[in-house]
Every structure is written in C-alpha cells, then in structure tokens.
C-alpha cells in the first residue's frame, strides 16, 4: 500500500491516477486546460469505459496514462510504478487503425517485437497465436487493404494483444464501423478481455456501447474534463441491450451526460465568431 499524501491505493491496481491535470501548450498565450483533477483506480482485469462529450480530455487521458504525453498536475501509476513513458505493458489502439500498407498482416502484428530485434520465428509464432485470438488466423498472409474496416480493427487489436499488455488503452476503437459490425466487435472484445486477463480502458461517447461493455462507466464532465460520477454495471455479460436493467441504466446515463453536452456545445458555439 502507497499512502498519503496521494490518498492510499493498492501498488497491484493496473491504473491509478491521483489528481491529474493536463493543460496543453502550458504557458503560453494558448495555454488550454484539458483535464482537471482526476482521480481514478483501475483493478487488474477490470473493463473501465470513459464516457464524456466530445473534447472533454478522453483521449488526452490516455494518452496521458500511455505514458504519450506528460501530465500537468498529479500523478499516474501502473502497476506500482508511474507511468513516465511508453511501456509494452500498456497498449493503446486508435480510432484509425494505423496499419503499415507495405507489411501484410503478421508483420504488422509483431511490428512491435521486430522493433525489440525478436527472430523471424519467434514473430511469426506469436503473431499467429495473437490472429488466432482474433479469429484471423487465415489472413496472416494478406495486406491491410484486402480486409474490412472491421477485420482491420482485429488486426489492431491482435498487434496490441502481441505484446500481451496489462492495460489495453481504447480510443473509440469501433467508432469508425457500421452499427452491426461495432455490435460484433463489443462481443468479440470482452471474449478477448476475458482471456487476455488485461485490464481495459475503453474511450466513447456512445452510452450503448458503455452499457454492453463496462464493469464501471466513469462520466466525464464537459471541459476541462473531471469525473463527474462512476456507475458501476454490475450485470452477467453478454448483456441483452433489451433489458429493463439496461434500459434503466441508458436513461441514468443519458441524464448524467445532457448538461454535460450542452456545455461542451455552449463553449464549442462561443469559440465560433457570430
Ligand atoms: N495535442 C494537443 N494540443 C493542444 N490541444 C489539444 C491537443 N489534443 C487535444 N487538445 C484539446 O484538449 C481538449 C480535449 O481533447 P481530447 O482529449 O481529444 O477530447 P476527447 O477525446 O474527449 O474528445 C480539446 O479541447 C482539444 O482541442
Ligand atoms: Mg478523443
């Protein structure tokens, strides 16, 4: 156990942040505060989704707990020890998969082992035991652009999976596929999440998607972006979206999240000269 003056946590929590802030381009006339004291505590193998308006520092916490950029204020923690740089422990994956066109899909997914000089073998053997928890075994061979938006989207996760992370790190990783393609991609990850034994923070705005997903919702307010409240959903995956329970939980989120977006479209509409 740490404890004060950082308020005690455990050193075995996957992610722990206490009083983060991060201000960009920090003095200077466009100084712009994104995220103001955020304290939050991730349990190893616990599927955390961030839900907030768009612009209120989601994806800038991310890439704050990737160890991407350096916070302003507080501090992070994984695992016991802070997250000052980038680590193999903890993956993150974007919106748009950044495929390298040129590589066919194995060496994208053991890019990260080539760049630690592994063997061509020990790659090869990874990146297909990571395809095959992807359920794309059959693809090793192809280039990126012969696959879906979808299948692109396994790739991305099979890459991240090579390198067996402890936190998955998910920027709106569906929010590009169509509606029932992202429906497949949920069930498929939390069978993923379940096996890998990886912690997950999950990035969106869609309240349906933090439902099906989330162990604990954590509800950002608009910018700067605090934690307004965290919903824990403690319901049996896979989760009928049809549910009275789930139902319940899409109005108490859709509540917490109206004044929220009204603020971040109020500050969006000043920003705008008349
Ligand atoms: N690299 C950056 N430099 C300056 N400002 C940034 C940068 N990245 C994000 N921002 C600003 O920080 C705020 C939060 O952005 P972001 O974390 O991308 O929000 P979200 O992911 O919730 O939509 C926004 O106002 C955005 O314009
Ligand atoms: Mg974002």
């Given at each position: 156990m740490v404890s004060e003056p950082y308020g005690s946590f455990s050193s075995k929590d996957a992610v722990v942040c206490r009083g983060v802030g991060k201000t960009w381009a920090e003095g200077t006339p466009r100084a712009h505060e994104a995220l103001r004291g955020i304290d939050l505590d991730v349990k190893p193998g616990e599927f955390i989704v961030l839900l907030g308006?768009?612009?209120?520092?989601k994806s800038t916490l991310l890439y704050l707990i990737a160890g991407l950029e350096q916070q302003s204020k507080g501090h992070i923690w994984s695992f016991g020890d802070p997250a000052e740089g980038p680590s193999p422990d903890r993956s993150l994956i974007f919106q748009e998969t950044s495929l390298?066109?040129?590589?066919?899909v194995w060496q994208n997914v053991s890019f990260g082992l080539s760049i630690r000089g592994a063997p061509l073998e020990e790659r090869r053997a990874v990146a297909k035991e990571a395809l095959a928890r992807v359920g794309?075994?059959?693809?090793?061979?192809?280039?990126?652009?012969?696959?879906?938006g979808g299948m692109r989207q396994r790739v991305a996760v099979a890459r991240a999976l090579a390198m067996r992370p402890k936190v998955l790190l998910m920027d709106?990783?569906?929010?590009?596929?169509d509606v029932q393609t992202r429906a497949k991609m949920q069930d498929f990850l939390l069978d993923v999440w379940r096996d890998s034994g990886a912690s997950v923070l999950f990035v969106t705005h869609h309240i349906d998607e933090a439902v099906a997903l989330a162990d604990r919702v954590v509800v950002f307010t608009a910018r700067?972006?605090?934690?307004k409240t965290i919903i824990p959903i403690d319901l049996p995956r896979p989760?009928?979206?049809?549910s009275p329970e789930c139902e319940k939980l899409r109005m108490q989120l859709t509540e917490e999240m109206r004044s929220e977006v009204d603020r971040a479209f109020a500050e969006q509409e000043a920003l705008v000269p008349a």
């Open positions: 308006p768009s612009g209120c520092g390298f066109p040129w590589l066919n794309l075994v059959e693809a090793m061979e192809k280039r990126p652009d012969e696959l879906s709106e990783p569906f929010a590009a596929l700067p972006g605090r934690i989760r009928n979206p049809f």
